[in-house]
Every structure is written in structure tokens, then in C-alpha cells.
């Protein structure tokens, strides 16, 4: 049986950390994006484990293209001939803004790849999981309290959140690990350095590489939640325990002077 291992928005920053944690101990990795060539670029960037990566073209916003992992698990020999050891669901992204600025398209496409895909997608692998195997969901520190100006994208990792810690219980039984993994600032090229000529400071913003390797240690551990740095998992406890409203107010004065014309 082959033993295998599958991340979505595998050519971006923590997805290529999880890749290069996680290549060593599976017979393949099915990494799956949209960009073909960042894809194929996976298999230079991980030396002699690179003819492992198996690049799955897939864009999460179309419904459509979930048929291509499930009919790729079929073709390979369906439950009998493949293990899922690791599914990682990390594909996504959001931008800062105004929810009137956002197009119909953007709204559809951020609950499509941050809620449809997840859930379409882990009901697609669980049962190619068994006792032992792991099932990671990316969420977020924004998941604990409603975040005016990065609205849409809170809203869906609370999704990602509250879908992922329900899951964990549901499967307890089967053995199968689930972790939702909330990280705050992470450094990747989809953070914008510079807002309305303004430098943007990230508080406590820390690397990908961390975030992935506390991540697979919690999850190794039978860890539901995973939160990288006590000041982060700190500020996840006050957004849970004060109001709701006094949270997006400190928010709020926070990321205001990066947003006004």
C-alpha cells in the first residue's frame, strides 16, 4: 500500500515547510496549487526526495476541480492501494480592505477555498485515513473574534476552526488526529510591506518555518489545537474572554491609519 502525504497551497510559504518536514516519511507527496510551474519548481527545491512530489493542478474556488483528487485516489487503487498518513489543508489568502471593496468574485472565491475546499476536501481523504494518520486544517489567531477590515477572511478561518474542532471529535474513535493549527503574523509574500504609503508593522509576526514545525510536533503529540508562541496563544485567550466589541476596537485602531485615503 502506498503511504502518502497531501497539502494544498503546497507552493507557498508554509506549504513548502510542511513539504520539506514531511517528504522523508512518505512514499509520495501530492502537492496541490494552481501554478503549475511553482509546483514542478517543488521538485529541484527538495534535492533527491524531489521525484516524491506528485503536482496536482487544482483551483480551490472551482467546485469542479475536487474531482481531480478524488479521481486520482481512485485511479492510484482506491482504499485498498493508498494511505493518507498526512492531509494539510493550507491553501488560502486574504487582503486587507473595506468588505464593500470586494468583488463578488473575491467573497466567493475566499469561502470557497477557505470553507468549501476544506470540508469537500477531508471528506474526499478521510476514508483513505486510518488509526495514527494526520489531518491538519489551517486556520488562524483571527479565528477567535470578528476583524473589521480583514472581515471575510476571519470570518471563514472561524469556520476553519470551529469545522476542525468538531471533526476532531467525531473521528476520536477511528484514531485518526485532528488539529486545527492558529497562527498569528506570518512572514510570507502575500503580506504587503508597505499600506497607503504607510510601513505596516506586524506585531509578533513570526517565519513559516516555525509555524510548520510546531505544528507537526502538536499534531504528533495528539494535539487538537496548535498555536505558535505563548504571546499568541495569550491574545487568543483575551480575544475569547473579552467582549467582542472591545476586541474589534483595538483592532480596529490598529489597522485603520493603513487603510484611510
Known sequence: MKNIAIITGASGGLGKEFISRLISEVDELWAIGR??????ALKVENGSQGEKIKPLQ??????????????KLKAEGGTDGIEISWL????????????KDFSIEELNTSIMCHCT????????????????DHLINIASQSAFSPLPYVNLYAATKAFVFSYTRALSVELRKTGIVVTAVCPGWIKTPLLPDVLNDRKVHYPLITTADKVAAKALKDARR????????????????????????FSMKVWTSGIEKYLKN
Open 88 to 99: 494539510i489543508n493550507n491553501a488560502g489568502a486574504g487582503r486587507f480592505g473595506a468588505s
Open 222 to 245: 495528539g494535539k487538537t489545537l496548535s498555536i505558535y508562541k505563548f504571546s499568541v496563544r495569550y491574545i487568543c485567550w483575551l480575544q475569547r474572554i473579552t467582549s467582542t466589541r
Open 35 to 40: 501554478n503549475v510551474s511553482k509546483l514542478e
Open 58 to 71: 487544482m483551483d480551490l474556488s472551482d467546485i469542479k476541480s475536487y474531482d481531480i483528487l478524488s479521481s
Open 117 to 132: 475546499a476544506i470540508a469537500s476536501i477531508c471528506n474526499i481523504c478521510i476514508p483513505y485515513m486510518k488509526a495514527g
